[in-house]
Nanobody, 124 residues
Framework: VQLQASGGGLVQAGGSLRLSCAASGRTFSRDVMGWFRQAPGLEREFVAAIWNDISQYYSDSVKGRFTISRDNAKSMVYLQMNSLKPEDTAVYYC???????????????????WGQGTQVTVSS
């Protein structure tokens, strides 16, 4: 599946952004969909994942502030980010893990398809 992330930008600390990821090329409704981020000089970091339409998993650093959702009819995945902090600054990537998918939702190696990334910058 081809993935296109969008919605990044510059926001002040405490603000909100909503990232979108558009999927195309095949049906992705059964995929595990994930969001990852990568700050300069750091490894790619797991943010959130969603599967079975409602099952969700978050990293401890974003739990309670970020919400992942999907609209299979529109082939879209979203990441609502609230109470943003400067340490959330990174390039954010969406990724897809098609069936038969693994069990390690936070492992980037489990995901086959990746979008190009969208920059999120949070100023203090």
């Amino acid at each position: 599946v081809q993935l296109q992330a969008s919605g990044g930008g510059l926001v002040q600390a405490g603000g909100s952004l909503r990232l979108s990821c558009a999927a195309s090329g095949r049906t992705f409704s059964r995929d595990v969909m994930g969001w990852f981020r990568q700050a300069p000089g750091l490894e790619r970091e797991f943010v959130a994942a969603i599967w079975n339409d409602i099952s969700q998993y978050y990293s401890d650093s974003v739990k309670g502030r970020f919400t992942i959702s999907r609209d299979n009819a529109k082939s879209m995945v979203y990441l609502q980010m609230n109470s943003l902090k400067p340490e959330d600054t990174a390039v954010y990537y969406c990724a897809a893990d098609p069936p038969p998918f693994g069990s390690r939702r936070s492992d980037p190696l489990e995901y086959d398809d990746w979008g190009q990334g969208t920059q999120v910058t949070v100023s203090s």
